[in-house]
């Protein structure tokens, strides 16, 4: 009983691409732009240039919403409903420093995050009422380059936890249960940029998994008859954030640019989810997922009809060749599908060390339905859209002063 009452997944719909609004406006696709202040997340390599101290801070503000509906003969008969999930504001920082042919940069930002919330008393309630996964990044890199090619290496620390909410069945009445875990975690990240000829770069990156012992409170709020059964107390899952691997190409001529990146995350090193109870009487989970390997296409373009003005428009299809939730275990608490979106940017150079830029997303979740008879018979699709403001200032390094003048040999 206590595996149907606890059973919960997270697919692709909890990683967050916003992470800069420059780079947003191109479709997110940040991995072979070199010398970008937002470089310090996205491929630290492309900061070996000399370029002094780039910071750039910003935030997102974002909503999203999933609709559910029956299927046809499904036993509960036919039902609509749509999530509730509040509006979310995902905030960054990366800061830089390069001279001569090495650099160091900083991040920090919210890689995985989101989840969903369902309606109060809605017919998927004993299978999940919220689920939310949160989990904020630091970053620390060195760059170092070497003719037209650079590499970095660095560490990454990851903080935050997941926090589950179900109602539960019990004949006559109903209860609830509350899963509330954190933890922090250790990984590593790698990245390469190739600069060719005048205005080509390539861009790779590596990102790697970071495993996490997650430890908090179950909080059972059941019936009387079942209280000595699940009583509350502690609950330990072992968690993994995946691996990340990226390959991109940019064109950049003085006054426009484009780029092409293909990603793939490895959301298959969580094939199943495991929660370990203190309390003797309440006995332990084991439940499989079964995710899949998801890969990401992005492009964007950039122009700039005037010095101080950069228009950027850009779009994505996340989830190819299918999102990471098995339809088998597609679920209310990950209703995750192939994302397709769009993105327009504005960059405006206040002052020649002092950008502003801004973006617009609109991205729609294809339908998908589960094949499970033992999960909701239910539909999902959904819409999110997206904005944010960025703030990048720059302090070049200064440059040597002249030595001076030789006087020649009389």
Same mark, same amino acid.
């Given at each position: 009983?206590?595996?149907?009452?606890?059973?919960?997944?997270?697919?692709?719909?909890?990683?967050?691409?916003?992470?800069?609004?420059?780079?947003?406006?191109?479709?997110?696709?940040?991995?072979?732009?070199?010398?970008?202040?937002?470089?310090?997340?996205?491929?630290?390599?492309?900061?070996?240039?000399?370029?002094?101290?780039?910071?750039?801070?910003?935030?997102?503000?974002?909503?999203?919403?999933?609709?559910?509906?029956?299927?046809?003969?499904?036993?509960?008969?036919?039902?609509?409903?749509?999530?509730?999930?509040?509006?979310?504001?995902?905030?960054?920082?990366?800061?830089?420093?390069?001279?001569?042919?090495?650099?160091?940069?900083?991040?920090?930002?919210?890689?995985?995050?989101?989840?969903?919330?369902?309606?109060?008393?809605?017919?998927?309630?004993?299978?999940?009422?919220?689920?939310?996964?949160?989990?904020?990044?630091?970053?620390?890199?060195?760059?170092?380059?070497?003719?037209?090619?650079?590499?970095?290496?660095?560490?990454?620390?990851?903080?935050?936890?997941?926090?589950?909410?179900?109602?539960?069945?019990?004949?006559?009445?109903?209860?609830?249960?509350?899963?509330?875990?954190?933890?922090?975690?250790?990984?590593?990240?790698?990245?390469?940029?190739?600069?060719?000829?005048?205005?080509?770069?390539?861009?790779?990156?590596?990102?790697?998994?970071?495993?996490?012992?997650?430890?908090?409170?179950?909080?059972?709020?059941?019936?009387?008859?079942?209280?000595?059964?699940?009583?509350?107390?502690?609950?330990?899952?072992?968690?993994? #954030?995946?691996?990340?691997?990226?390959?991109?190409?940019?064109?950049?001529?003085?006054?426009?640019?484009?780029?092409?990146?293909?990603?793939?995350?490895?959301?298959?090193?969580?094939?199943?989810?495991?929660?370990?109870?203190?309390?003797?009487?309440?006995?332990?989970?084991?439940?499989?997922?079964?995710?899949?390997?998801?890969?990401?296409?992005?492009?964007?373009?950039?122009?700039?009809?005037?010095?101080?003005?950069? #228009?950027?428009?850009?779009?994505?299809?996340?989830?190819?060749?299918?999102?990471?939730?098995?339809?088998?275990?597609?679920?209310?608490?990950?209703?995750?599908?192939?994302?397709?979106?769009?993105?327009?940017?504005?960059?405006?150079?206040?002052?020649?060390?002092?950008?502003?830029?801004?973006?617009?997303?609109?991205?729609?979740?294809?339908?998908?339905?589960?094949?499970?008879?033992?999960? #909701?018979?239910?539909?999902?699709?959904?819409?999110?859209?997206?904005?944010?403001?960025?703030?990048?200032?720059?302090?070049?390094?200064?440059?040597?002063?002249?030595?001076?003048?030789?006087?020649?040999?009389?």
């Amino acid at each position: 009983m206590i595996a149907w009452l606890l059973a919960v997944a997270w697919g692709g719909g909890f990683e967050v691409a916003q992470q800069g609004a420059s780079t947003a406006g191109t479709g997110h696709a940040g991995t072979a732009l070199a010398g970008r202040a937002e470089g310090a997340w996205f491929n630290p390599a492309g900061l070996a240039d000399g370029g002094g101290f780039r910071l750039a801070i910003g935030a997102t503000l974002a909503h999203s919403r999933i609709s559910a509906a029956a299927l046809p003969g499904a036993p509960e008969g036919a039902w609509t409903a749509e999530t509730v999930t509040p509006l979310a504001t995902p905030p960054y920082l990366h800061a830089s420093y390069a001279q001569a042919g090495w650099a160091v940069a900083v991040s920090v930002g919210t890689p995985f995050a989101g989840g969903v919330r369902w309606p109060e008393g809605w017919v998927g309630r004993f299978e999940s009422i919220a689920s939310r996964p949160l989990f904020l990044r630091g970053t620390a890199s060195v760059a170092y380059r070497f003719g037209p090619v650079a590499i970095s290496g660095g560490v990454h620390v990851d903080h935050g936890g997941l926090r589950v909410e179900r109602a539960t069945d019990h004949v006559d009445a109903e209860g609830r249960v509350t899963l509330d875990v954190r933890g922090t975690g250790v990984g590593g990240d790698a990245s390469l940029m190739a600069w060719i000829g005048d205005h080509a770069t390539l861009g790779a990156t590596f990102k790697s998994r970071t495993s996490l012992a997650l430890y908090g409170e179950a909080d059972f709020d059941v019936p009387a008859p079942f209280a000595g059964r699940y009583p509350d107390g502690r609950v330990f899952t072992p968690w993994t #954030l995946p691996d990340r691997v990226a390959l991109a190409f940019a064109w950049t001529a003085p006054r426009w640019g484009v780029t092409v990146e293909a990603g793939v995350t490895v959301w298959g090193v969580n094939d199943a989810l495991r929660f370990d109870f203190e309390q003797p009487s309440t006995p332990d989970t084991l439940q499989e997922n079964r995710w899949r390997t998801g890969a990401v296409l992005r492009g964007g373009a950039w122009v700039q009809p005037q010095r101080i003005v950069t #228009l950027r428009l850009g779009g994505y299809v996340d989830g190819v060749p299918g999102a990471p939730p098995d339809p088998g275990y597609l679920s209310p608490s990950s209703p995750d599908g192939t994302r397709v979106g769009g993105t327009l940017g504005l960059g405006v150079e206040a002052h020649p060390l002092v950008r502003i830029d801004v973006y617009g997303e609109g991205l729609g979740v294809l339908t998908r339905a589960s094949s499970s008879p033992e999960q #909701l018979a239910a539909s999902y699709r959904g819409w999110a859209v997206a904005g944010g403001l960025g703030l990048t200032v720059l302090a070049p390094p200064p440059r040597p002063r002249p030595g001076p003048a030789a006087t020649p040999p009389g």
